[in-house]
């Protein structure tokens, strides 16, 4: 089993300006960042892997955990009375989804092991 199974993995933060957060941390912390166009920048801590992404500050933080299984992971939240609120998507590294636990609160889970097709 990969030891990233069932952890938090990722953590996403919404930014209004990608390039102006990536700058401020790049300053304040020793980060690796990749850019994914103007819209998206990922960084790396030594420990947690993140990103910024174009969006609204204060709609949250959202954290990713890692599960080798997407599919049945999907099932999963929907059994448990979750709600997906984005439906499994590709991007770079892999796939994912995004949910709300029965209390409201968001979160995704991905896979690098996920194949849509």
Known sequence: ?????????YVEIATRDVAASKQFFANLVDWEFVDYGEDYA???????????????PGAGTLPVL??????????????????????I?????????????????GFGIWSDKHDPG
Not at 1 to 9: A, C, E, F, L, S
Not at 82 to 87: E, P, S
Request: proline residues 5%; hydrophobic residues 30%.
């Open 89 to 105: 998507f590709s991007f770079p590294g892999g796939h994912r989804f995004e949910f709300t636990d029965p209390g409201g609160a």
């Open 42 to 56: 990922s960084f790396h801590d030594g420990h947690i892997d993140g990103g910024f992404g174009l969006g609204e």
């Open 1 to 9: 089993m990969d030891p990233r199974n069932d952890r938090i993995d």
């Open 66 to 87: 890692f599960m080798e299984d997407l599919v049945s992971s999907r099932t999963r939240v929907l059994e448990l009375g979750g709600v997906i609120t984005k439906d």
